[in-house]
């Protein structure tokens, strides 16, 4: 088969899988207020209830949100240090970040995480869970 | 004219505005909320790509001109990721010159628009693709934490799916750029390198001046 066939049959699969994955992705979004912190479902209202505020300073600025090291402690996980955490976002977007990176964050009242030492990439936003491995 | 030192200028001059681009009008799109990585691959990457190769149809070049854009997108003061956004333009370079290896020197995938329209679809989106694929993978590493395969895996469906803009674009995109080709744009020697070095120097001073302003 010549290059005059070849490419536009790969056109044309590479438009049906970005179709396809378009509708995967618009059928897998997970729609929910809630965000699972081990077992347990909270709300941003909640969780901003049980620990104190702060601000970190990260390339963008000055970002305002609860303390993750504070939040995992207040939720009952034991010995944080001891596991990885896995952030996922609604659209299926997830970072897993060590202790030691995890415990420099906060979580914003918008659903996102900021981490003051991180490229953008580790900034999941709409959270729906933060899994702990 | 020495053609290595013409060369030379080619990759300053399209690296620049590529990086330029990126930093100044894609940082722009990006706050208006528009996918703006999306837009850069599939119009600005894909017209400084296609325009220099084809026009000095000398492979490595293109990746010249991404080390260039990528060291220019390193100083943008707007957007907090400025290294995986380097990383991925850089990306985009060198997938480009795998992708393009044989192709300019090869008149048929340029004679039929419909070869022009499938061949943009097929370089933008394996640029944009592979570009944002890498930089998921080395941004973790150069940034001295880990990098866990399964986010990529659960994350693929969306980047296979956000190709689409860029597929379609560059399906539009590059049969104009083979069109306007047609068109003698060439410069007189004398010009060449007071226009180059003017717009690359250009290019520069405003995303540096950016950088000490904000």
Same mark, same amino acid.
């Given at each position: 088969?010549?290059?005059?066939? @070849?490419?536009?049959?790969f056109?044309?699969?590479?438009?049906?899988?970005? %179709?396809f994955?378009? %509708?995967?992705v618009?059928a897998?979004?997970?729609?929910?207020?809630?965000i699972?912190?081990?077992?347990?479902?909270?709300? %941003?209202?909640?969780?901003?209830?049980l620990?104190?505020?702060?601000a970190?300073?990260?390339v963008e600025?000055?970002?305002?949100g609860i303390?993750?090291?504070?939040?995992i402690?207040?939720?009952?996980?034991?010995?944080?240090?001891?596991?990885e955490y896995?952030i996922?976002?609604?659209?299926g977007?997830?970072?897993?970040?060590?202790?030691?990176?995890?415990?420099?964050?906060?979580?914003?009242d918008i659903?996102? @995480?900021f981490f003051?030492?991180?490229?953008?990439?580790?900034? @999941?936003g709409? %959270?729906?869970?933060?899994e @702990?491995i | 004219?020495?053609?290595? $030192?013409?060369?030379?200028?080619g990759? &300053?001059?399209?690296?620049? $505005?590529?990086g330029?681009?990126?930093? /100044?009008?894609g940082?722009?799109?990006?706050?208006?909320?528009l996918?703006?990585g999306?837009i850069m691959?599939?119009f600005?990457?894909l017209?400084?790509?296609?325009?220099s190769?084809?026009?000095?149809?000398? +492979?490595?070049?293109? &990746?010249?001109m991404?080390l260039?854009?990528?060291?220019?997108?390193?100083?943008?003061?707007?957007?907090?990721?400025?290294?995986c956004?380097?990383?991925?333009? #850089?990306?985009?370079? $060198?997938?480009?010159? /795998?992708?393009?290896y044989k192709?300019s020197?090869?008149?048929?995938?340029?004679?039929k628009?419909y070869?022009?329209?499938s &061949?943009?679809?097929?370089? #933008?989106?394996?640029?944009?693709?592979?570009?944002?694929?890498?930089?998921?993978?080395l941004?973790? /590493?150069? #940034?001295g934490?880990?990098f866990y395969?399964?986010n990529l895996?659960?994350?693929? +469906?969306? !980047?296979?799916?956000s190709?689409l803009l860029? #597929?379609?674009?560059?399906? !539009?995109v590059? +049969? /104009?750029?083979?069109?306007?080709?047609?068109?003698?744009?060439?410069?007189?020697?004398?010009?060449?390198?007071?226009?180059?070095?003017?717009?690359?120097a250009?290019?520069?001073?405003?995303?540096?001046?950016?950088?000490?302003i904000a």
């Amino acid at each position: 088969m010549g290059k005059e066939k @070849v490419i536009p049959i790969f056109a044309i699969i590479i438009i049906a899988i970005s %179709i396809f994955s378009s %509708i995967y992705v618009y059928a897998t979004h997970v729609d929910k207020d809630t965000i699972t912190i081990g077992d347990l479902e909270y709300t %941003i209202d909640e969780l901003f209830a049980l620990v104190d505020e702060k601000a970190i300073e990260t390339v963008e600025g000055e970002k305002t949100g609860i303390s993750l090291e504070d939040l995992i402690s207040k939720v009952g996980i034991g010995c944080p240090s001891c596991h990885e955490y896995t952030i996922k976002a609604a659209d299926g977007y997830e970072q897993t970040v060590e202790w030691d990176i995890l415990q420099t964050g906060i979580l914003a009242d918008i659903g996102r @995480v900021f981490f003051p030492d991180t490229p953008k990439k580790f900034w @999941v936003g709409d %959270i729906i869970e933060i899994e @702990v491995i | 004219m020495n053609d290595r $030192m013409k060369l030379l200028a080619g990759v &300053l001059v399209f690296g620049s $505005m590529w990086g330029f681009s990126e930093v /100044i009008i894609g940082s722009q799109m990006h706050d208006m909320g528009l996918p703006s990585g999306a837009i850069m691959s599939g119009f600005f990457a894909l017209t400084f790509l296609v325009v220099s190769r084809m026009t000095f149809k000398q +492979p490595g070049m293109q &990746l010249g001109m991404g080390l260039v854009a990528g060291g220019l997108r390193m100083f943008n003061p707007f957007m907090g990721c400025h290294l995986c956004s380097a990383i991925a333009i #850089a990306a985009e370079a $060198m997938i480009f010159e /795998i992708t393009w290896y044989k192709i300019s020197s090869d008149t048929d995938y340029f004679k039929k628009p419909y070869m022009q329209a499938s &061949l943009g679809v097929v370089t #933008a989106y394996v640029i944009f693709i592979g570009g944002y694929v890498i930089t998921q993978i080395l941004t973790p /590493i150069a #940034a001295g934490a880990n990098f866990y395969a399964q986010n990529l895996i659960v994350f693929m +469906p969306k !980047i296979l799916a956000s190709g689409l803009l860029p #597929a379609i674009a560059g399906g !539009i995109v590059l +049969p /104009i750029l083979v069109l306007s080709k047609k068109m003698d744009l060439t410069l007189k020697d004398r010009l060449y390198y007071p226009v180059t070095l003017g717009i690359s120097a250009t290019c520069w001073l405003l995303v540096l001046g950016n950088f000490f302003i904000a």
